[in-house]
């Protein structure tokens, strides 16, 4: 029977396309927890300044540049040990060396990076290595960016923090010190990023022969990899991953849970009737008039965030929700079948009759609710996630846009940040719903002329 | 309309022995949904009392409410004042005690329940913590009473005016079926997967961040116009993107679904017979579908309009509706616990009056229903 069912079910566009979504959904999560482990994800998305140091703030997807006219400058990064900087190494006296480093990039973006930073290592015992840093745009102006000694070992120089460079190049007002950097002609109405060569050179002095001098230079883009990056500089692409499992396998139990038990339940009152059916029909309503977001709130606030104790509670919740009276209508007329007199009449126990003659009855009409199911549970978890109350260490779909909110997103025009995660949820919501739909009409076939 | 009342009083008669009239019926009926629906309210509230005094945290709030009001009587107390700092802490310990014990909190948990349960369903919310109502009172009483004008605004309004277009669309497509309007809607029906808040973001970002034609959010513009009438139009105004995210979260289904029942129905025999005699379609529409399938419209539409009171907390916050969910939330990210303690049991109370209205237009339309819960001729 399920053979059939299934290749009728193929006969239907909708139900097609909405297995081609799961599937992909499906392969994504495999080969998310494949790549990326557990273990690794919560530590990459809960790591600070040591794994995202590098990594713009707020910046777009990479591929935004197929899109548009203008190049938007992807992240320049280079370290002193790199290939292709210069460095020079030399002693000029007896308590004298120098340590010269050059870097050279190539920069071809119609949009200014968003900072340039210079982080400085040095090893000394007493007296810290002086650096100069000088700027030099590709029509060979030179800016001398800054004079600091290596106090403390490590010292980083930003540009855009870099007040004194503004007034020094007469940059107007509210300028970043960025514009003087790149622009053609920094005092220009709408200054554009001069295109070219572009060097770095540290003129580095140290005064101990055991001195050495390490340099980074950063120079952040405005576009990140294929999700972009949020706030705290995090790649937006591992949450996307790592969202889809958590997901799946949140809706699917969720709606899985709810479907069976409320299924049983219903069967086990219709069964034994009496007080028990009374009983399960009052619980019913109560839980009708429980608010069932508000009560998910409280607990959220007052004992746990964790992801699969929600679950558990949703589960609970839900558990005597609608379902409950269109299953005991079926039930019902199922249990006035003559099969079941039968069944009663050779001696089958009462767990028998339910599991075996009664349960099956009903499973063409779970298996499109339930399907159906999925995605409501898929859009709960976000709701609670929107509202603050997501998992504490998971990444997912729902916080992505809650920080997304949280940190105005939508009124900075940061759209990349609440549209991503928003269409991955809305993805898996068609998805399950056109499937579920087409597994309505295969097997309720009343609908199925219409 | 008059026909079927009639007719199905004759039902009725062949089953009684004395006629009911319909009002003397929905009086009846009312009375015994009232005396149930409390009886549910009661367990559902005390669930929820349950759930968020798990921890103790009911507990902890009437302790340093009691606290906090005595300390705030014996510092106006000149004598008090003139003790010292650890007599003053042992005047203000002894009182506590005594109260505590005047209100029960010594007594067990199951005794205290209860009385927290009488607290609740009187609307004896006690004081927040930080928050602070619109006219500066700290009641949780008033500041949640005070937004519940803003939910039922925007929600009742939109839910029906959502009826209304579902009906009248649901009923179109009916009589076109086939067409491609018909077809356009069965294959948008996936679309209502998504809830309400979800749509809200799209449309923020398509109509506030991208055309600037509608606002990012709130009821009012800063200032609030001072004529009522400007005002009106200026909540309206606002109203506009809400109302369309809960549209559009919803009405594909619900057109799919009732479209598709008003034709299973007016595949029904009489309905032949009727077209056959002749009768105008519009008056099959009105008597032979809309009529008996309005009980099942209704259970279904108050089924949607509980999902989306559930959603409230966060639809406002999406779209910073200053009405009860919102207050909700606010109260979460300060953690106020009266204020959430309240909030759920309003929003309990809101469901339960939302089932007992739906239940009584349900006893109005369907002439079946007798005392006894819904049973069905």
Known sequence: ?450 | MAEHESSSSTVQTQKRARPQSTWERLLRYTVVRLVTLFITVVIGVYLTILIANMGGYVDEIRRSQIREQIAIRLQNDPAFRALPPEERQKRIDAEVAVEEKRLGLDKPFLVRSFNYLKHALTLDLGRSENMTSDSGSRQVRLILLERLPATLVLFGTSQIVLFALTLYIALYLSRHYGSWLDRLFVALSPLSSAPGWFYGIFLIIVFAAWLKILPFGGMVSVPPPENPIRYALDVAYHMILPMMAMTLSSIFISVYSWRTFFLIFSSEDYVEMAKAKGVHPRAIERRYILRPTLPTIITSFALGVIGVWMGAPIFETIFNWPGLGRVLFQAVQLFDTPVIVGATVIFAYLLALTVFLLDIIYAIVDPRVSVGGGQRA
């Not at chain 1, 790199?82 to 050279?104: K, M």
């Not at chain 1, 572009?198 to 580095?204: A, K, S």
């Not at chain 1, 991503?420 to 949820?425: I, N």
């Open chain 1, 1 to 450: 029977m399920l053979r059939g069912a299934l290749k009728e079910l193929l006969r239907y566009p909708s139900a097609l396309a909405g297995l081609l979504v799961i599937l992909f959904l499906v392969v994504v999560s495999i080969y998310t927890v494949i790549t990326i482990p557990y273990s690794e994800a919560i530590r990459l998305w809960r790591g600070g300044e040591e794994i995202w140091g590098d990594v713009p703030k707020l910046a777009a997807p990479a591929w935004f540049n197929h899109f548009t006219s203008k190049k938007r400058p992807l992240t320049i990064k280079l370290t002193s040990q790199d290939e292709g900087v210069e460095s020079n190494y030399a002693q000029i006296s007896d308590d004298l060396w120098v340590d010269d480093t050059t870097y050279t990039f190539d920069f071809q973006y119609d949009e200014f990076p968003q900072e340039v930073a210079v982080t400085l290592l040095g090893t000394f015992t007493e007296k810290a290595p002086y650096v100069s840093i000088v700027w030099v745009k590709p029509d060979g102006t030179e800016i001398r960016l800054a004079d600091m000694a290596v106090e403390g070992g490590k010292r980083v120089y930003r540009a855009s923090q870099d007040e004194k460079l503004g007034r020094k190049l007469k940059l107007p007002a509210n300028a970043s010190p960025l514009v003087g950097l790149f622009a053609e002609d920094p005092q220009a109405e709408d200054p554009v990023p001069m295109k070219g060569t572009y060097q770095v050179r540290l003129e580095g002095t140290l005064f101990e022969p055991d001195s050495t001098l390490q340099s980074k230079l950063v120079v952040y883009g405005t576009v990140y990899g294929w999700a972009g990056t949020d706030h705290l500089r995090r790649d937006l692409g591992i949450a996307l991953l790592w969202g889809t499992p958590v997901a799946l396998a949140f809706g699917l139990l969720a709606a899985l849970g709810t479907t069976v038990l409320t299924m049983l339940i219903s069967a086990i009152g219709v069964w034994y009737g009496g007080w028990v059916d009374a009983l399960i029909q009052r619980i019913t309503e109560v839980n009708l008039v429980l608010p069932v977001l508000p009560i998910l709130i409280m607990i959220g606030v007052f004992y746990t965030r964790s992801l699969w104790a929600m679950l558990g509670v949703i589960i609970a919740l839900s558990i005597f929700g609608a379902g409950i009276k269109t299953n005991r209508a079926i039930f019902l007329q199922v249990k006035s079948q003559p099969y079941i007199e039968a069944a009663r009449a050779y001696g089958a126990s009462d767990w028998r009759i339910i599991f075996f003659y009664m349960v099956p009855r009903i499973i063409p009409t779970i298996i499109p609710a339930l399907v159906t199911l999925i995605p409501s549970f898929v859009f709960l978890e976000a709701s609670l996630a929107v509202l603050g109350l997501g998992d504490p260490v998971l990444p997912t779909w729902g916080k992505i846009i809650n920080d997304a909110r949280d940190n105005g997103a939508l009124y900075q025009g940061l759209f990349y940040w609440v549209l991503e995660p928003s269409a991955l949820l809305m993805i898996t919501g068609i998805g399950f719903a056109m499937l579920g739909f087409s597994l309505d009409r295969v097997f309720n076939p009343r609908l199925r002329e219409l």
